[in-house]
């Protein structure tokens, strides 16, 4: 059974980061392109970032360039979100999605809460 | 305020069809894959339609996706109570270089 399972949120003050991880099992990791989706609370779906399969093609939306690093560990099957100068606006819930270059599909974690408050 | 389009709301009886479009451009519907998710309240999403118009194994063929120039549209027949959920059309923006979701419309299943 393909499985995600994401990790890491909490409360953190503006400024503050934080490192998500999603921990995939049940299919061949390194063979999927991966994609981090969030949620704002009653909001809609907004794509964050994906990943290729080796690791050496990143993408972002605008909203979080150069605050957000996507990585990924191939060996240990788990995805990571590294968010840097967190705002109030990030505050959401992180999905993780398994997917292809051009979109999440399939398999999405069941997500984390990261809320940006002082 | 989204590059895709999607009627806020839509709604129906048990038992019709029911239909949800997404406008976008050249740059996205146009030339590109659309898909489809569903998601309830407290829950992920769930991918309903790949490549504009293949269901995953599980979906049941009630539903089903289309794509047309620069719209898509998702259809549900045989509409069930258990309908009642968000739907979220998404593809990639070839201008953009992201991929991007439409806002999103919630089905009331009257």
């Known amino acids: 059974e393909v499985q995600l399972v994401e990790s890491g949120g909490g409360l953190v003050q503006p400024g503050g980061s934080l490192r998500l991880s999603c921990a995939a099992s049940?299919?061949?990791?390194?063979?999927?392109?991966m994609h981090w989706v969030r949620q704002a609370p009653g909001k809609g779906l907004v794509w964050v970032s994906r990943?290729?399969?080796?690791?050496?093609?990143?993408t972002y939306a605008d909203s979080v360039k150069g605050r957000i690093t996507v990585s990924r560990d191939n060996a240990k099957n788990t995805l990571y979100l590294q968010m840097n100068s967190l705002r109030a606006e990030d505050t959401a819930m992180y999905y993780c999605?398994?997917?292809?270059?051009?979109?999440?599909?399939?398999?999405w974690g069941q997500g984390t809460l990261v809320t940006v408050s002082s | 305020q989204s590059v895709l389009t999607q009627p806020p709301s839509v709604s129906a009886a048990p038992g019709q069809k029911v239909t949800i479009s997404c406008s976008g451009s050249?740059?996205?519907?146009?030339?590109?894959?659309v898909s489809w998710y569903q998601q309830f309240p407290g829950t992920a999403p769930r991918l309903l339609i790949y490549?504009?118009?293949n269901r995953p194994s599980g979906i049941p063929d009630r539903f089903s996706g289309s794509k047309s120039g620069t719209s898509a549209t998702l259809g549900i027949t045989g509409l069930q109570t258990g309908d009642e959920a968000d739907y979220y059309c998404?593809?990639?923006?070839?201008?953009?270089?992201?991929?991007?979701f439409g806002g999103g419309t919630k089905l009331t299943v009257l």
């Open positions: 999605v398994r997917g292809f270059s051009y979109s999440p599909r399939d398999s």
């Open positions: 049940g299919f061949t990791f390194n063979n999927y392109w």
């Open positions: 990943i290729n399969m080796d690791g050496t093609t990143t």
């Open positions: 050249s740059s996205n519907i146009a030339s590109n894959y």
């Open positions: 490549d504009s118009n």
């Open positions: 998404g593809t990639w923006d070839s201008s953009l270089g992201v991929v991007i």
